[in-house]
């Protein structure tokens, strides 16, 4: 008992690098959570088109193709931390540059598209850097736990989207994208005060090769960020599957907002009530793998019953009452959260710091073109068949997708899954 409580106290998990980069992200995914649900209502308040609304979500979507990839092979030679703070300084100014815009009454949605085209470019960097960053900030032997922390902090944003709606209704989006403004302003200022040392970057930079250009040397390392995922076949299996996930998020994203608007009364409160306990689901599954730690040996048989069950409850949760929809959707959070915390905190410790950057750009990149592809599909099916059916069809090609391809690479996926962290 003696040597259990040692170890604990030699790796703490909350140092004080872990503690402000959380206390950064916390800040700026209330306020990016509050502005981003009000755009939304807004697009819809003033396009009334789900044709429309999913060119909006993809705008935002499509610089996520190729943005983590080029940039998760320069985040492998250069900081991750000043890339992570200096971006959020520039979202500061573009949220406030926005907010100003909104206040004298002027409004053209082909240049809200490509405001929202900046904005997706800016987080898909954002999210590499993050991503790759965070890892290096977590204690050895506390990698579910950080995770799960990182995935209830994401759900507890949420909570500003009840918050973000009754403002909209009240004061209009300018205000909210000021405060937005403030938020990242905030966590960028105090993401500057991280002192961990990257020591990766003089590793690459002696393995750097010697006469090629950063741009030659980009492209080396981007091809280099494929090949590693073409050779880890349980990290390519991931990766697959989740690209049908992203698919299948991108169709829900489009389609869930539109139809509780369409079909009920005060429709976006109903689809907070909805979603709301999934976001209930999630911080206490956050809050359940913060205390408890899954057995190694069944994470594995864990994740691919989750992917599963997940899929087929948000095929089939609309067409059901309200109350049946709220209890599927707890399911769904508690699912969700247990997905994430598995997958994350097994690949981010099974890939080496030096290749996390690519890594995470080529998984990231893949993910974005499910995503969009997904939310173009729905835009254009929604067009010819009812809504309900479009979503059932693309979360039952996800469950399909968990059974071929994490089923069928059970000894490669276990592998990375069921290992010690």
């Not at 502005?35 to 909006?56: E, H, K, N, P, R």
């Not at 899954?294 to 009452?321: D, G, M, N, Q, W």
Request: net charge positive; hydrophobic share 50%.
């Amino acid at each position: 008992m003696k040597k259990a409580s040692n170890t604990k106290s030699a790796n703490p998990l909350w140092t004080r690098d872990f503690t402000i980069l959380t206390l950064g992200s916390v800040v700026s995914m209330l306020g990016n959570a509050m502005s981003g649900f009000a755009m939304s209502l807004m697009v819809l308040d003033i396009s009334g088109s789900t044709m429309l609304y999913a060119l909006y979500i993809a705008m935002y979507t499509l610089p996520q193709i190729i943005m983590p990839v080029f940039s998760g092979a320069v985040l492998d030679r250069f900081s991750r931390k000043k890339t992570i703070y200096t971006l959020d300084f520039i979202s500061a100014g573009l949220y406030l540059l926005m907010a100003l815009i909104l206040t004298t009454g002027w409004f053209s949605f082909p240049v809200f598209l490509i405001y929202c085209f900046l904005l997706g470019s800016i987080q898909s960097i954002y999210m590499v850097a993050y991503e790759s960053f965070y890892p290096l900030l977590i204690s050895e032997g506390n990698f579910q736990k950080a995770y799960s922390i990182a995935s209830v902090l994401e759900t507890f944003s949420a909570v500003m989207v009840p918050v973000s709606t009754f403002l909209y209704n009240r004061i209009g989006l300018a205000p909210l994208l000021g405060a937005n403004s403030l938020c990242f302003l905030i966590a960028a200022i105090l993401e500057t005060r991280i002192r961990t040392d990257e020591h990766y970057i003089e590793s690459q930079k002696q393995t750097a090769s010697a006469g090629l250009s950063h741009m030659r040397q980009m492209l080396r390392d981007t091809k280099e960020g494929f090949l590693y995922l073409l050779s880890e076949k349980g990290l390519l299996a991931i990766a697959v599957y989740f690209a049908f996930s992203a698919f299948s998020m991108g169709v829900s994203s489009v389609i869930t907002l539109p139809y509780f608007k369409n079909s009920f009364e005060n429709g976006e409160y109903i689809y907070m009530i909805v979603w709301g306990m999934s976001l209930l689901g999630r911080a206490i599954g956050g809050g359940i793998h913060y205390r408890l730690k899954i057995p190694v040996r069944i994470k594995y048989r864990i994740a691919l019953t989750v992917y599963i069950a997940i899929s087929v409850f948000e095929a089939v949760y609309l067409f059901f009452p309200i109350p049946v929809m709220m209890l599927f959707c707890f399911l769904i959070g508690i699912g969700g959260v247990t997905s994430y915390t598995i997958r994350i905190s097994a690949t981010q410790s099974y890939v080496p710091d030096e290749k996390k950057g690519r890594f995470n750009g080529v998984f990231n990149m893949i993910n974005t073109v499910g995503s969009l592809i997904g939310e173009i599909t729905a835009g254009l099916l929604t067009l010819l068949l009812p809504e309900r059916i479009v979503l059932m069809s693309a979360l039952l090609l996800c469950a399909m997708a968990a059974v071929c391809v994490i089923g069928g690479g059970r000894r490669q996926v276990a592998r990375i899954y069921n290992r010690q962290q």
